[in-house]
């Protein structure tokens, strides 16, 4: 079996916010823990030792912390405020604890990023859910409860830090699009959370006791300066100044719509014009026009844009490339036969692809539709 050893590594893992570990006050003991069959999983992972402040901190690879933590995990957390307090256990009881070593929680604060996930349904055009999903930016900082200032200096970097108890928010601006690409909305997202460690009854389990955990959510046609007073009401003095903290540093440092979907969307818009001005052009001077007469290859060797490769494969992409006789494929389907046949460097092939790709698949509303 392969052991693999993971550092809890902030600046290459985008969504961590949070993790149960050990602490330790030699590297010592941290080293003699780390090499122990205890510190590995079923498959040989396990995580490295992180350094903080001369304390060494371990965080236990076990299958219930696979997605504790995450700005996914977090996001998704329930719309209210208070509640009954949840527990979430992390250790069993009797459960021998490594030797010298002490129960804390790994924080992260700093620019973070989470996925925003969309079911597909007919009730968005394609390209809709390229625009409103992904990764998406988040600002993720943490308040020690009992006494401290923010965990983390004003910076996009992600820090690490150690605390037995505290009170963290996640906030996000995502810009959003209509069924035409259009901007629409920006949807301002606010998760909050607070934790304490409890492990001061040696016959009962260690826990997280989670103590508050509430989402807010509000859509404006544009970001608000400040927040709306409903927004904060019902939160004390503590939790409004950390999230009038975390919203100033995600303006500051984040973004509310990626630069490469940014990028993307001016590029598809400019294809959207060209084919809509392809479709009313009747003098004989369009794109289809000048393939007329042309086998496949031929055309597919004409194309130059996005637009261009979509007006090919709904005039020569037929029925000549379903895979079954008499059973008409989705246009997927013979889209990938035909560009599997087509006598070009796998250089142009895979330019071809991902013209599809961003292009022509996102403005097809039935590109997977093989019928009923």
Known sequence: MTETLFNFDVSNDGNSCFA???GFQTADQATAFVDSPAAADSDGTRYAVTVLAGRFHYVPMVPRYDRTGTTDEMMATPRIIGGKAAMQSIRRAGEPKPEGSYNIALLVSGRRQFNRYYRHTAKHRPFWYRMNTGDRDCYSLWLPTKAGAMLGPDTAEPRVFASRSA??????EEQQFDDNG?????LTTIVGKEFSIMDHKPDRDVCIRWSASFRLATHDKTPRAQLSPWILEGLDAGWQQLIENAQRRFRTHCKSLPE?????REWFAEQRRQAHKELYTFDGSSFKDSIKGLDWQDALRRVEHAWQLQVVIRDKCGSEFNDTPHYDDSTSRRWSKMLSRHESCPTRREQLDKMVKDFVAPSDNIWNYCGD
């Open 167 to 172: 009170r963290g928010v996640i906030y996000a």
């Open 260 to 264: 490469d979907v940014a990028r993307w």
């Open 20 to 22: 149960p570990a050990y």
């Open 182 to 186: 259009e901007p629409h909305e920006v």
